[in-house]
């Protein structure tokens, strides 16, 4: 049984990567011919974050009750938040050469794209039990990233933000989607069939949009750029192995565990560039990352997952 779980794991990522760059290369090709305008990539991606996520999550959660699988939900949240607090500690220790780009570079090396990017790839490797692990990481990331992330980038504190991120829709659907299926309550076949059609526009949409945002970056100047290749390294190797580690110490279920390292080795969170670019915080250097951690997670993320993997059913 370990041998079926863990045998193409890294190989089947890898095809997932491929498949969703070739996705990719259409947006960028879209943005470059003016399909799709600059404008029409934030209505994209504000589509994406607040109705098709949502809709995804919720309908992870519309699958038969099963107790193990509740189990398998509190370990996410509990290696969820080992995850961020050995990320956010390191982070505070590998990141602080003050440049006006300090605090970019931090929030991107700690949030990840674990929504446009883990999900589909989760799907694709675990299905509807690995997204509905995935929810709990997704759950932190959402209340984390609009309170510490962006104090951070704003350099300031604003408690008000925790408010917002409890309210924001994947958070909702969380919340609504863990009350059905405690509850048994499963949706009648049409709305479900309509939902699930919104849910699988994800991956091809959230490609769409990495790629047209990558196309507004100059990646030959941003791959010169010596400094990014160090927040990368922290960000796709360094900080998910520590994560990985010290949550893989207390012998939680496999499948939760590489759930969550899968979600933060993820590359850097488009939301990073969209704060960036809402408070005047170098938007370049923050798509900049964005686009050469994507780039970069082609190779980084089958090795992550595969050396995981390893030590998860073969220690």
């Not at 949030?111 to 759950?139: D, H, K, Q, R, W």
């Not at 047209?212 to 970056?217: F, G, R, S």
């Not at 899968?262 to 850097?268: E, L, M, R």
């Not at 994507?294 to 030590?311: C, H």
Request: glycine share 4%; net charge positive.
């Amino acid at each position: 049984m370990k041998e079926e779980v863990k045998m193409e794991a890294g190989l089947i990522i890898g095809n997932q990567i491929i498949i969703m760059f070739i996705i990719l290369i259409v947006g960028a090709f879209c943005y470059l011919k003016g399909i799709i305008t600059k404008d029409g990539t934030k209505q994209l991606s504000s589509f994406a974050l607040n109705i098709i996520n949502p809709v995804l999550i919720f309908m992870s959660y519309q699958s038969k009750y099963d107790k193990s699988l509740v189990h398998g939900l509190l370990w996410s949240f509990l290696l969820s938040a080992i995850s961020y607090a050995v990320t956010i500690l390191l982070t505070y220790v590998l990141i602080r050469k003050k440049t006006p780009d300090l605090a970019v570079e931090r929030v991107s090396s700690i949030y990840s794209n674990c929504a446009f990017m883990c999900i589909p790839l989760i799907n694709g490797i675990y299905g509807s039990e690995g997204v509905l692990y995935l929810t709990a990481y997704l759950t932190f990331f959402n209340v984390l990233i609009w309170t510490h992330g962006l104090m951070t980038m704003k350099g300031e504190r604003d408690f008000s933000s925790l408010v917002k991120a409890l309210i924001s829709p994947s958070v909702i659907a969380v919340v609504v989607g863990l009350i059905c299926y405690l509850t048994n309550i499963r949706l009648p076949k049409v709305p479900a069939t309509a939902l699930q059609y919104i849910a699988d526009m994800n991956t091809p949409i959230a490609m769409v949009i990495a790629g047209a945002t990558a196309a507004q970056t100059n990646v030959l100047k941003a791959l010169q750029n010596r400094r990014i290749y160090y927040v990368s390294l922290c960000k796709l190797i360094i900080l998910p192995v520590a994560g990985f580690l010290a949550a893989w110490i207390l012998n939680p279920p496999p499948i939760v565990l590489m759930t969550v390292t899968i979600a933060a080795a993820c590359p850097a969170a488009t939301m990073c560039t969209m704060f960036a670019v809402n408070i005047d915080k170098d938007p370049k250097t923050a798509s900049e990352i964005f686009t050469v951690t994507t780039i970069l997670s082609a190779v980084t993320l089958p090795l992550i997952t595969i050396f995981a993997d390893r030590i998860t059913y073969h220690i």
